[in-house]
């Protein structure tokens, strides 16, 4: 069945979890919607135990009715922390302070136009067309997404290379039967540095991590990228996903030579059922990257294979409960470049959900970490590993 004007325009860019939205205001040419999240947890991992926030955020749709069959639209929303973020600072002047962290931060910005028949077209920070692929195992409140190559540059947004909330993206949908697809580019300029002592001859990356200190530079420039996606509902159940994204690094030497790397990835993912319903929901992705993510010391990784899964089962008293498992492992280009070390993201999570109602659900999951970051250098090693650990976290998420 195609997708009515507004979902196709909106709900096909915006895969997020438990989304859902008021209606504040409505006539006969506007509307205005307003959504988000409050979520907090307390989580013990890493050694400690804290209050934290779960991505809270706060988005407002507008919607307008234009002629012949047409819509304008906008979506704006914000990153929020409302519990506090407060450290202490020890100044240059031998005091201490406390300093506070921001209590907003940009997630999505874009604005659109669509139509029944001719698709909808959108400009600005949004959800990229490769989400569209491995969104279906993104559904764990607490520890997600981080083997699907969607939050790339150790576990950010996803911006730079317009996988995850990409910036400066414009990008064409369409919907045909049960068949939609999506194409995307991002037009942006980037430019940075990194030392050739580190790099050597013949790499636009450096072997260790990034540098811009040496005298002698490589300067890169990292400007558009591309992206794509297909969506096929075989059945009321199952629903197939593929898709790409990709982008070129140009650097040039501080002798004129040229040096290019592609940053790319390919890959597909399946899902069967309905995650917010009752019943069983299983799915996953798997897909195979080049120059795409970063290490967790800020090191390229030259080749790697990722997969997500997860499976679920709802009861019809509310409770849902659910396992995942994910894994990112480097090639043999990485372990080359970098003294055989060894870079292998895999952790499984179990948890329980009690979906109060549609708009409140308390949770407890659970992360064990099967990694493995090996190397001769066991302060690199142990610097590596700090991020990637055991815990266990309980929270309360009210959405609006």
Same mark, same amino acid.
């Given at each position: 069945?195609?997708?009515?004007?507004?979902?196709?325009?909106?709900?096909?860019?915006?895969?997020?979890?438990?989304?859902?939205?008021? &209606?504040?205001?409505?006539?006969?040419?506007?509307? +205005?919607? @307003?959504?988000?999240?409050?979520?907090?947890? @307390?989580?013990?991992?890493?050694? *400690?135990?804290?209050?934290?926030?779960?991505? %809270?955020?706060?988005?407002?749709?507008?919607?307008?009715?234009?002629?012949?069959?047409?819509?304008?639209?906008?979506?704006?929303?914000?990153?929020?922390?409302?519990?506090?973020?407060?450290?202490?600072?020890?100044?240059?002047?031998?005091?201490? &302070? %406390?300093?506070?962290?921001?209590? #907003?931060?940009?997630?999505?910005?874009?604005?659109?136009?669509?139509?029944?028949?001719?698709?909808?077209?959108?400009?600005?920070?949004?959800w990229g067309a490769w989400y569209d692929v491995v969104y279906n195992t993104n559904y764990g409140f607490v520890w997600d997404g981080n /083997?699907?190559?969607?939050?790339?540059?150790?576990?950010?947004?996803? *911006?730079?290379?317009?996988?995850?909330?990409?910036?400066?993206?414009?990008?064409?949908?369409?919907?045909?039967?049960?068949? %939609? =697809?999506? #194409?995307?580019?991002?037009?942006?300029?980037?430019?940075?540095? +990194?030392?050739?002592?580190?790099?050597?001859? %013949?790499? !636009?990356?450096?072997?260790? /991590?990034?540098?811009?200190?040496? $005298?002698?530079?490589?300067?890169?420039?990292?400007?558009?990228?591309?992206?794509?996606?297909?969506?096929?509902?075989?059945?009321?159940?199952?629903? +197939?996903?593929?898709?790409?994204?990709?982008?070129?690094?140009?650097?040039?030497?501080?002798?004129?030579?040229?040096?290019?790397?592609?940053?790319?990835?390919?890959?597909?993912?399946?899902?069967?059922?309905?995650?917010?319903?009752?019943?069983?929901? /299983?799915?996953?992705?798997?897909?195979?990257?080049?120059?795409?993510?970063? $290490?967790?010391?800020?090191?390229?990784?030259?080749?790697?294979?990722?997969?997500?899964?997860?499976?679920?089962?709802? =009861?019809?008293?509310?409770?849902?409960?659910?396992?995942?498992?994910?894994?990112?492992?480097?090639?043999?280009?990485?372990?080359?470049?970098?003294?055989?070390?060894?870079?292998?993201?895999?952790?499984?999570?179990?948890?329980?959900?009690? !979906?109060? $109602?549609?708009?409140?659900?308390?949770?407890?999951?659970?992360?064990?970490?099967?990694?493995?970051?090996?190397? !001769?250098?066991?302060?690199?090693?142990?610097?590596?590993?700090?991020? &990637?650990? $055991?815990? @266990?976290?309980?929270? @309360?998420?009210?959405?609006?």
């Amino acid at each position: 069945m195609k997708k009515t004007l507004v979902a196709s325009a909106l709900a096909a860019v915006i895969f997020v979890p438990t989304a859902s939205a008021i &209606e504040i205001y409505k006539d006969d040419k506007n509307a +205005v919607e @307003i959504g988000g999240y409050v979520d907090a947890r @307390i989580i013990n991992t890493q050694g *400690a135990t804290e209050v934290v926030n779960g991505a %809270s955020r706060i988005n407002f749709g507008f919607t307008r009715q234009m002629t012949d069959g047409w819509k304008a639209f906008t979506k704006l929303e914000w990153g929020v922390n409302p519990f506090g973020n407060t450290d202490i600072v020890y100044n240059s002047d031998s005091t201490l &302070e %406390s300093q506070s962290g921001d209590f #907003l931060n940009n997630r999505l910005g874009y604005v659109g136009l669509a139509h029944d028949t001719y698709g909808s077209i959108t400009i600005g920070k949004q959800w990229g067309a490769w989400y569209d692929v491995v969104y279906n195992t993104n559904y764990g409140f607490v520890w997600d997404g981080n /083997a699907s190559g969607t939050y790339t540059y150790n576990k950010a947004d996803g *911006a730079v290379n317009g996988t995850g909330r990409g910036d400066k993206t414009v990008q064409y949908r369409n919907a045909f039967g049960d068949f %939609s =697809f999506a #194409l995307q580019a991002q037009l942006k300029q980037d430019e940075f540095n +990194v030392n050739e002592t580190a790099t050597g001859a %013949s790499a !636009v990356f450096p072997t260790t /991590a990034m540098a811009t200190t040496a $005298d002698a530079v490589t300067t890169v420039e990292y400007n558009y990228t591309y992206g794509g996606s297909a969506t096929y509902n075989v059945t009321e159940n199952l629903v +197939v996903t593929a898709g790409f994204n990709f982008g070129e690094f140009e650097g040039t030497t501080s002798v004129g030579k040229r040096l290019t790397e592609t940053d790319s990835i390919y890959g597909l993912g399946a899902s069967w059922g309905n995650w917010g319903g009752e019943g069983v929901y /299983a799915a996953f992705n798997v897909n195979k990257q080049e120059f795409h993510d970063t $290490d967790n010391l800020g090191r390229m990784i030259q080749d790697a294979w990722g997969l997500e899964s997860i499976a679920s089962y709802k =009861f019809d008293n509310g409770i849902r409960t659910f396992v995942s498992y994910n894994i990112l492992e480097a090639g043999d280009e990485y372990e080359a470049a970098y003294n055989g070390d060894v870079f292998k993201r895999q952790f499984a999570v179990a948890g329980v959900h009690y !979906v109060w $109602d549609s708009s409140t659900v308390l949770y407890l999951e659970g992360r064990k970490d099967f990694s493995d970051f090996t190397s !001769v250098d066991k302060v690199q090693q142990a610097a590596m590993e700090v991020s &990637e650990d $055991d815990g @266990i976290a309980i929270g @309360i998420r009210y959405t609006l």
